[in-house]
């Protein structure tokens, strides 16, 4: 399971990265052209983590679990931090 850090009270996520060169700035895992919208929209439409693992097989599962709890924060209105 992904290890997710907390600095202060907010939550940081490793394996997210925001980058303009890639997807437009979208929050993207770990740099690669997958971004958290597409992770989310993939479990949303009824994928499940072992096919969207087969779906990229460079993805991991930590990288889809972190996808996932950076939209639930997101989604709550929380801080994020992003790794430097």
């Given at each position: 399971?992904?290890?997710?850090?907390?600095?202060?009270?907010?939550?940081?996520?490793?394996?997210?990265t925001?980058?303009?060169?890639?997807?437009?700035?979208?929050?993207?895992?770990?740099?690669?052209?997958?971004?958290?919208?597409?992770?989310?929209?993939?479990m949303?439409?009824?994928?499940?983590?072992?096919?969207?693992?087969?779906?990229?097989?460079?993805?991991?599962?930590?990288?889809?679990?972190?996808?996932?709890?950076f939209?639930?924060?997101l989604?709550?209105?929380?801080?994020?931090?992003?790794?430097?």
């Amino acid at each position: 399971m992904s290890e997710l850090r907390y600095h202060n009270d907010v939550q940081q996520f490793d394996r997210i990265t925001m980058d303009p060169e890639v997807m437009g700035g979208k929050p993207c895992i770990r740099g690669m052209r997958v971004t958290v919208g597409m992770i989310v929209g993939a479990m949303a439409a009824g994928r499940t983590i072992e096919q969207l693992l087969a779906d990229f097989p460079y993805v991991e599962e930590a990288d889809i679990l972190e996808a996932l709890a950076f939209a639930a924060r997101l989604a709550q209105g929380h801080e994020i931090r992003l790794a430097s």
